[in-house]
């Protein structure tokens, strides 16, 4: 976002500092741009909505499970997956879901 190279070694702090930005902002920007592509994602149909849905043949890596991005997108919207993804079929409402939950988000703060 700010165009700072790997290679310049900064600390996190320091770029934020730079970035005039608060911890909670970004996390509140990266959590809004999630909920947009899960919402564009779901109106489509692509090689990444079958990914998302699980329709991809094959086995699944031994070990703990990983957390799924389903299941962050569950978490930022504070709905069920399947209730998610009646709403994000229908741009308005589910744009109007993002900033009803991160306006909630805000508020606890």
């Keep these: 976002m700010a165009r700072i190279s790997w290679k310049e070694k900064k600390k996190n702090k320091e770029v ?6 608060k911890h909670t902002d970004l996390l509140k920007t990266i959590k809004t ?5 899960y919402g564009h994602i779901r109106r489509h ?6 990914i998302m ?5 094959g086995k699944r ?3 703990r499970k990983r957390k799924s991005w389903l299941g962050n997108i569950e978490e930022t919207a504070t709905r069920r997956i ?3 993804c009646e709403v994000a079929l229908n741009r308005e409402e589910w744009r109007r879901t993002i900033a009803s939950n991160l306006w909630q988000e805000t508020e606890q703060r």
């Design 82 to 84: 399947n209730e998610c």
């Design 45 to 50: 149909q692509s090689l990444q909505k079958s």
């Design 53 to 57: 849905e699980g329709k991809i043949n």
């Design 16 to 21: 934020l500092e730079e970035m005039v930005l």
């Design 61 to 63: 890596q031994l070990g």
């Design 33 to 37: 741009r999630q909920l947009a592509y």
